[in-house]
């Protein structure tokens, strides 16, 4: 089979197969053996773990996957892969492919069923997503997926940097404060829109989600949170007074006599507060709801 990681070896197996990049699937494939190797190193796939790859295109980092770990679940939406994809399941037999909407995937009922095990095996998930999906599938990953141990993804640079933004700059917002509640997010490498083929319009990062294992809020508090979040960022040149009062439905002048007492100063924007100040303020207005007061 043809280098896949060169853009030579793209053209040629797109020729030959009849294949034509789709701009609705996000279809930019990865060419740069150094970015592909440097992301799979970044992962510390062990030899016993299983490993996700959404949208594995034509094969170039299913290929280095499938060297690292104990099996590869390949998850595509797009059919017309599945005659290149085919070959590579010949040359290595970890390698399992799935055709279907990501979003529409118990990722781990297959990954129980390829394993053969009662229990979902630890896996991570490494992969170069669609960008216009970029958020439903980070948050799929973070509610669906208990037993990920991390997820390596590609994705625009302008979202890495909103993800990884410090309150108070302009890329903070509801998705920075989301994610931080569900995971550690790190910057692995910044990549070049040269490294792909057809070439891009933006730049990319790579990052890395490390799942928190004890979250400090209850499920129901975490539905509150969701929409008080939500809130404050449709309302980002309110002030933290106006916003808390006017979502939980208290008085202002006793919700400023709360913040008060909890360090959170009332004439705050929603970008001055950190994750720990939301959940502080969940924590707290949450229960005063519920007692009554």
Known sequence: MLDIATPSGVRHIMQHYGIKPKKTLGQNFLVDKNIIKRIVESTGLQADQWVVEIGPGLGAMTKELAEHAAGVLAIDIDHTLEPVLSELTTEYNNINLFFQDILKVDIEQQLCALSAAEECPPYQVCANI?????????????????????????????????????PGTRDYGRLTVTS???????????VSRNCFYP???????????LPRRSLILTPEQEAVLDGLI??????????ILNIV????????????AKLQELGIAKN???ENLALQDYAKLVDAFSSWEANGQ
């Open 130 to 166: 669609p960008y216009h999906i970029t958020s439903p599938i980070i948050f799929k990953l973070f509610k669906e997926c208990t037993h990920m141990q991390a997820a390596t993804l590609m994705i625009q640079k302008e979202v890495s940097e909103r993800l990884l933004a410090q």
């Open 180 to 190: 931080a509640y569900y995971a550690d997010i790190h910057l692995v490498t910044k």
């Open 199 to 209: 070439r891009p319009e933006v730049d990319s990062a790579v990052i890395k989600l």
């Open 230 to 239: 939500r809130e404050a960022f449709q309302k980002r040149r309110k002030t």
């Open 245 to 256: 009062s006017s979502y939980f439905g208290i008085d202002k002048k006793v919700t400023e």
């Open 268 to 270: 705050l924007r929603p």
